[in-house]
């Protein structure tokens, strides 16, 4: 059983940058598109980001974009989310996701999509 364990959470304050980790165990991630979701308190859960399974194909959502970065260490078995520009609305419980999937350069972005989620870790940004 795959399972997704996320870290690099914080407090940061407006136009700071965090860096989001996320370890995959019971599978390798090289078998595995990754995506990024997150859920702010009231609202619906958001897509964020997602990387093919080759980690070739990125797709970001339009609140992320030109801001965020996607990347996968398949050696690692791991994922992460660089956020630069961080904005207060970027305030979240960010969760790692996992589909198994053949296809090397397909991704995915609609949460019922994915097989595997974390715990997810929480992103505070103050203005």
């Known amino acids: 059983q795959v399972q997704l364990v996320e870290s690099g959470g914080a407090l940061v304050q407006a136009g700071g940058s965090l860096r989001l980790s996320c370890v995959v165990s019971g599978g390798t991630s090289s078998s595995l598109v990754m995506g990024w979701f997150r859920q702010a308190p009231g609202k619906e859960r958001e897509f964020v980001a997602v990387?093919?399974?080759?980690?070739?194909?990125?797709y970001y959502g339009d609140s992320v974009k030109g801001r965020f970065t996607i990347s996968k260490d398949n050696a690692k078995n791991t994922a992460h989310l660089q956020m630069n520009g961080l904005e207060p609305e970027d305030t979240a419980v960010y969760s790692c996701?996992?589909?198994?999937?053949?296809?090397?350069?397909?991704?995915?972005?609609?949460?019922?999509?994915?097989?595997?989620w974390g715990q997810g870790t929480q992103v505070t940004v103050s203005s």
């Open positions: 990387i093919s399974r080759s980690g070739r194909i990125p």
């Open positions: 996701s996992a589909k198994r999937t053949a296809g090397s350069d397909l991704i995915f972005h609609e949460g019922h999509e994915y097989d595997y």
